[in-house]
T-cell receptor
Framework: GENVEQHPSTLSVQEGDSAVIKCTYS??????FPWYKQELGKRPQLIID?????GEKKDQRIAVTLNKTAKHFSLHITETQPEDSAVYFC?????????FGAGTILRVKS | EAQVTQNPRYLITVTGKKLTVTCSQNMNHEYMSWYRQDPGLGLRQIYYSMNVEVTDKGDVPEGYKVSRKEKRNFPLILESPSPNQTSLYFCASSLLAGALSYEQYFGPGTRLTVT
């Protein structure tokens, strides 16, 4: 079916450590994979995205990797800071329909 | 300022009383969509629209209607709301979808309670 599985559902890390969130999709035709960050009481905002013709993309402390063969993609946050605490969602387009993962609550302990 | 607006932001209503949540974007985006957000379930797409007069069902369309008569507006209609439609609703827009996908810009959200 058209779904996106996201793990873990919650993640606690110490400030300065790295955090990794993984997502799996099911449609090999999917070719665009965004990651959104949602702070408490706010709207989701795009933090990084990757297209299927690229294996990795970085933007300062965040990076996304894509393994098309295995149909999974991951978000990597290095040197985590308290302001990284939020809910993170991965997503994939199935045709013209955007399907989100269930979200990961990231807590960065200082 | 480029933005997506939704109204109302908060709404408490009773079962069966028809309601409309408006959504408007000023970025000339082609793609617009509605999502509901429930704890533990993430964001689920209700309906989306590729352009004027073109709408399609998302994952959870039951109990909802939409229309896209103008490019900038994409209202969500609940003809006969029920308590299981109590949720946080987001409207979003993007330049294009599918193979040429771009960033989804989300509205501020509408918290709906149906009693």
């Amino acid at each position: 079916g058209e779904n996106v599985e996201q793990h873990p559902s919650t993640l606690s890390v110490q400030e300065g450590d790295s955090a990794v969130i993984k997502c799996t999709y099911s449609d090999s035709a999917s070719n665009y994979f965004p990651w959104y960050k949602q702070e408490l009481g706010k709207r989701p905002q795009l933090i990084i995205d990757i297209r299927s013709n690229v294996g990795e993309k970085k933007d300062q402390r965040i990076a996304v990797t894509l393994n098309k063969t295995a149909k999974h993609f991951s978000l990597h946050i290095t040197e985590t800071q308290p302001e990284d605490s939020a809910v993170y969602f991965c997503a994939a387009f199935y045709g013209n329909k955007l399907v989100f993962g269930a979200g990961t609550i990231l807590r960065v302990k200082s | 300022e480029a933005q997506v607006t939704q109204n109302p932001r908060y709404l408490i209503t009773v079962t069966g009383k028809k309601l409309t949540v408006t959504c408007s974007q000023n970025m000339n985006h082609e793609y617009m969509s509605w999502y509901r957000q429930d704890p533990g379930l993430g964001l689920r797409q209700i309906y989306y629209s590729m352009n004027v007069e073109v709408t399609d069902k998302g994952d959870v369309p039951e109990g909802y209607k939409v229309s896209r008569k103008e490019k900038r507006n994409f209202p969500l209609i609940l003809e006969s709301p029920s308590p299981n439609q109590t949720s946080l609703y987001f409207c979003a827009s993007s330049l294009l979808a599918g193979a040429l996908s771009y960033e989804q810009y989300f509205g501020p959200g509408t918290r709906l309670t149906v009693t």
